[in-house]
């Protein structure tokens, strides 16, 4: 197995005027469509918060104990692990920095790392499934799966990245594409309790 000529495939030409967004862009999407207006439309300053750091700590520890570890936990004999891994899909207009690639001859496996205990939600399948279509252009590979690492709980969690997934990736990227063309702000998530450790709580007055 051929291990030291791994190339991201040549980025695609761009398609003119389109908006580019982040894999982060659509996860918030999924988990508050205020965040990517706060980021796009009207950019505020935003507190630091306690989860951002410890989410970076976090990334730091499982890497250290990812390099030590055999690739069998993936189902997988033999692969590359890349770490950090930038992504930039010129086609797509979406661009997002993957924690952990793993490389193989005829295939690729997406990893992002988690500190959550509620285990895989939905706009974390989505941010997956976004990283995967990313890693099919750039390395001219297929992804048959992609993982989540939930950090507290040491668990890995196979995540299949179908054409449902794919196609809610394609339908947030246009809806988060209109929002920033019309200005318009998009309703707060239902859910009042993830508005409580928000770092944009104080520009919802119409919720606090």
Request: aromatic share 10%.
């Amino acid at each position: 197995m051929r291990t030291a000529t791994f190339r991201p495939r040549p980025p695609a030409k761009a398609y003119p005027g389109v908006e580019v967004l982040t894999v982060t862009d659509l996860k918030q999407w999924a988990y508050c469509q205020r965040i990517p207006y706060y980021h796009h439309v009207m950019p505020v300053e935003f507190a630091r918060t306690y989860k951002m750091q410890r989410g970076r700590d976090i990334e730091a520890a499982v890497q250290a104990m990812e390099k030590r570890r055999g690739l069998r936990r993936y189902g997988l004999e033999r692969g590359v692990r890349r770490f950090g891994v930038w992504l930039h899909s010129p086609t797509l207009g979406l661009t997002g920095k993957l924690d952990l690639l793993v490389v193989c001859a005829d295939a690729c496996y997406p990893v992002d790392f988690k500190d959550t205990e509620g285990g895989v939600r939905y706009n974390h399948r989505i941010q997956l499934a976004a990283y995967a279509m990313l890693v099919e252009e750039n390395f001219a590979r297929p992804v048959p799966a992609a993982f989540i690492y939930l950090a507290p709980s040491r668990r890995l969690v196979e995540v299949a990245v179908g054409r449902a997934l794919r196609r809610a990736v394609l339908g947030a990227m246009a809806a988060i594409r209109r929002m920033i063309e019309r200005e318009e702000m998009p309703e707060a998530t239902p859910v009042r309790a993830r508005c409580v450790a928000c770092e944009f709580q104080n520009y919802c007055g119409d919720i606090w």
